[in-house]
């Protein structure tokens, strides 16, 4: 009895876990910017964030490796070939809505790229340069 | 007196303990489910963002457990998360971790494709394949394995990848 009443709890707790939205959607690509762009301390270049994001800095990867370019279609994992969503926000309506998401994959990719993290005045670039993209 | 979080892990743990010891039986057979009949959410919404949420009955618990302690540096890129995050993921991987014959070696490099019965079972597939770049690497079980997302690896599920030259076919055939 104790069992079932232990599983009856496991159950109700994994379908709460299920209906919980993935997403926060505590945050958004303008208000992300801002964010950047105030820690950056001048108004990320939406050009300068283009040339960044296409550039490989002198490892294997670019940005644009995964998330192509423009980033405005689906993209697919350098190595194991997984699609990704697009990153453009404009293309992706659930992208940058998680403020912890976009932390964790900035700090994540940044380094996968460049093997280390990246300045504020870098993600305010590379920010300008995807909420510029728009269908 | 356990904290919150424990009683809850304990809670979610044990029925889960008990589905898998009823289970075992079928769970590795050549063609059943590998996966738990549910995924743990932060794994699908963690791992399967860079791959497919590999069955966790593919690897052994020890294998899981290097791999966990050290996603800063996974295959290449930095996969690290949060430590609550990464101890939930951690404990449901052992949790179903595999314990059936062929799986309780640990591969080299932990890595699923190194392990004997996985290279047995692709043994006669040609190098262009892996290499096509519908394919792209053996990590990238979908391209062949229709129904991988649902953890099931039934050969009779098998598709030949998209625009791949028909002389591979063999593998595929037998």
New interface residues.
Partial sequence: MK?LQ??F???G??LM??L?P?QAADTSITQELARWNALASTPGNAAQGKAFFGSQHGGDWSCASCHGTPPTAQG??A????T?APLAPAFNPQGFTDSARVD?WL???C??VLSRECTATEKADVLAYLASLKP | MPTPTQT?TL??A???L?LLLGLTTTALADGGKLSPS?ML?SYQ?EC?????AYPPGLLPARSWDRIMNGLDKH???????DAATVQQIGQWLQAHAGSYKRVSAEPPQDRITESAWFQRKHRKLDAPVWQHAS???A??CA?CHTRAEQGSFDERELQFPRGLDARYRRAFQD
Avoid: F
């Fill in positions: 069992k232990n599983g709890a496991a159950a707790l994994a876990l299920m919980q993935a697919k994992h190595s194991t070939g997984k990704i964790k700090r994540r990719n380094k996968d | 809850r809670r979610q044990l029925p889960a008990a549910q959410p919404q399967a963002a860079c791959h497919l295959y290449g890129t930095d996969a690290s998360l394919v792209k690497s990590a990238n391209a």
